[in-house]
């Protein structure tokens, strides 16, 4: 990974932004010190792996009400569906 001085950051944003555009991750330094890291966003839109869906679900908490509180939308659904058309 690239390392840019703060001073290069401000001097020159665009081309800096135009390198993590590109795809290149940058740590910007201050005093030599890493602060932080500019790079590209992911994509939101890429599916994740079977592997981290499974990791991300195996660590959710589970709600035993979920199923009822459905049940129970679409019974209220189907209720006010049903009082259109009667009327």
């Given at each position: 990974?690239?390392?840019i001085p703060q001073r290069e950051l401000r001097n020159d944003v665009s081309e800096v932004l135009r390198r993590a555009e590109r795809g290149e991750r940058l740590t910007i330094t201050v005093d030599?010190?890493?602060v932080a890291e500019l790079g590209p966003l992911t994509d939101p839109r890429v599916?994740?792996?079977?592997a981290t869906l499974t990791r991300i679900l195996a660590d959710a908490p589970v709600d035993f009400t979920w199923a009822e509180d459905l049940e129970r939308m679409r019974d209220?659904?189907?209720?006010?569906?049903?009082?259109v058309w009667q009327s």
């Open positions: 990974m690239a390392r030599g010190r890493a599916a994740a792996s079977p209220e659904d189907r209720g006010d569906a049903l009082d």
